[in-house]
């Protein structure tokens, strides 16, 4: 029993100093290390070496605090213009499937009306509204795939 009350001061020590303790379990803890010497002197001990630990803070170099806040405001930045950029990314794609929804059936009778009068087959004049459709955004990610092999190409150089 002795055993397990020195256990629990032990526990009772850590979680004061990590956590805080309740009320009732730190006049317990009082009671105890009132009576136990080695106990006591564990609690002691234990705030010694935390009042050490917080007091000896990491020293840091001015130059490296002000180079750290310089990198930190030109990322803030960066996202911030990139946000910008992302918004008016997502209403211009707003933008182009409204009108691509609203010009649709006068692209369709166009393409009809040319198909007929070029008397091609309907399978091609179909084909060619489709590729209407989708060569925007062939061009488009063949640019970006062009931008960024170029990026990294100039990466390399440097």
Not at 89 to 96: D, G, H, N, T
Not at 102 to 114: D, E, I, K, N, T
């Amino acid at each position: 029993m002795i055993e397990d009350a020195h256990q629990r001061a032990t526990q009772l020590i850590d979680r004061m100093q990590v956590e805080g303790l309740s009320g009732e379990e730190r006049d317990q803890l009082e009671l105890h290390l009132e009576g136990c010497e080695p106990c006591r002197k564990q609690a002691l001990e234990t705030e010694r070496a935390l009042r050490v630990f917080r007091s000896v803070g990491p020293r840091w170099d001015a130059r490296l605090a002000l180079a750290t806040q310089m990198r930190a405001r030109i990322r803030a930045r960066e996202l911030h213009e990139n946000a910008a950029r992302m918004r008016a990314l997502w209403i211009s794609c707003a933008l182009s499937w409204a009108l691509g929804v609203v010009s649709a059936p006068l692209l369709w009778q166009g393409f009809a009306w040319m198909g007929h009068r070029l008397a091609m087959s309907r399978a091609a004049w179909i084909t060619g509204f489709a590729l209407s459709w989708v060569a925007p955004a062939i061009v488009a990610g063949a640019v970006i795939v062009w931008r960024q092999a170029r990026r990294s190409l100039v990466g390399e150089e440097q």
